[in-house]
């Protein structure tokens, strides 16, 4: 079954109701080995595709990758970019803000983080976050010492969002490519693989007791999460929704609809002009004397 990017897309100006869109859909293959197949042409198609956009220098791509703890953010980033040339690519995990980056407003943490042309930049959790935990929890306002009392009404994450938007449509306009991935779980399936992560020992590192206080909050969480989505997606930085439940089909989704944009820019190696190709065959000649 062909995965088509434009399932996931939420159309600029769309209200999100999150219970709309599925956690789980019928999975592009029927077996395990199949699923290594395929993601293996993904990643050998991306790998040519980035040298080209290395060798190209003409964009940058940002991918942003959100959503609830253990929904497969590193798994994604890990799987889908693994035959990519390490030196066209980095990954940022965003985690709180260190005392440094709170001296300076939401976004400057992650602009100095952006991705230079030729290159793919990831980020792990992002300026996203300010509008998502932060609004769940919006007392980390108040101890960040940004405002004396919790913002009550919505100006304030209506402004973080023009804010969001703003730097997207610059960011477009200047020549980086923005994709944004919302890895969509259902509760049950995080309740499973936090399970999975208490009850084999090589995983439970990845738990902490702040993920169960987190997952108290779920409903805050979603209306997050919609309130966000609907209002910073748009044409030139979309966000796509990608079912989250079965790990290896949301890696073949994800992995296609970065495909799909590589192919978008259509590229192309720098042509090599008339007089460069007289001064290689110079070159050539010289070295095999
Ligand atoms: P995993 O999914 O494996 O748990 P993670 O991305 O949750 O990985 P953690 O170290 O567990 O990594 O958590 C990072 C925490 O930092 C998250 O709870 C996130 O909400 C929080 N965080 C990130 N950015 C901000 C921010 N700007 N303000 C407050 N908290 C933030
Ligand atoms: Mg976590």
Known sequence: MKISSKDFRVPAGTQVSLGKWPTRVPPAYKSKKEYRKLLATHIEALSSLQALHYAADR????????????????????????????????????????????????????????????????FNRSYYEDVLVVRVHPEILVSQGLVAKAPAENTFWEERYRSIVDLEAHLHRNGTRVIKFFLHLSRDEQRKRFLERIDEPDKNWKFGAADIAE???????????????????????????????????????VSQIILDLFKDLKMSYPKTTTERHRELQAIRKQLVK
């Open 59 to 122: 964009r940058a791509v940002l991918i942003i990758f959100q959503g609830m703890d253990a929904a497969g953010k590193d798994g994604a980033i890990r799987h889908v970019m693994s035959g990519v040339n390490p030196q066209g690519c980095e990954v940022f995990s965003f985690k709180q803000p260190s005392a440094e980056e709170l001296q300076h407003d939401f976004l400057w943490r992650s602009t100095c983080r952006l991705p230079e042309r030729g290159r793919i930049g990831i």
């Open 215 to 253: 997952r108290k909050c779920w409903p805050l969480y979603m209306q997050a999460y919609e309130a966000c989505l609907s209002a910073t997606s748009t044409a030139d930085a979309p966000w796509y929704v990608v079912p989250a439940d079965d790990k290896q089909s949301a890696r073949l989704i």
